[in-house]
């Protein structure tokens, strides 16, 4: 019998903070280095944009950022 390999979640990041945004991404992989980012966002209008173009499993959002919020 075959195992499935676990596919790698596809990640979206959004912060306004360029420094916090970097920090959070290294940390996601330091501590998950399966994770597939493919999306990092400085607003809160990007963020919805691309998560509307790609298929996203997890999103990690600020909650305040410009455009519109993580919440939105």
Do not use: C, H, Y
Not at 29 to 37: C, F, L
């Amino acid at each position: 019998m075959t195992e499935m390999a676990a596919k790698a979640p596809v990640v979206l990041l959004a912060d306004d903070e360029p420094l916090l945004l970097e920090a959070l991404e290294d940390e996601l992989i330091n501590i998950w280095p399966e994770v597939n980012i493919v999306s990092r966002n400085q607003t809160g209008t990007q963020a919805i944009d691309e998560f509307r173009k790609q298929q996203i499993d997890i999103a990690f959002l600020d909650i305040q950022m410009p455009g519109a919020t993580g919440l939105e």
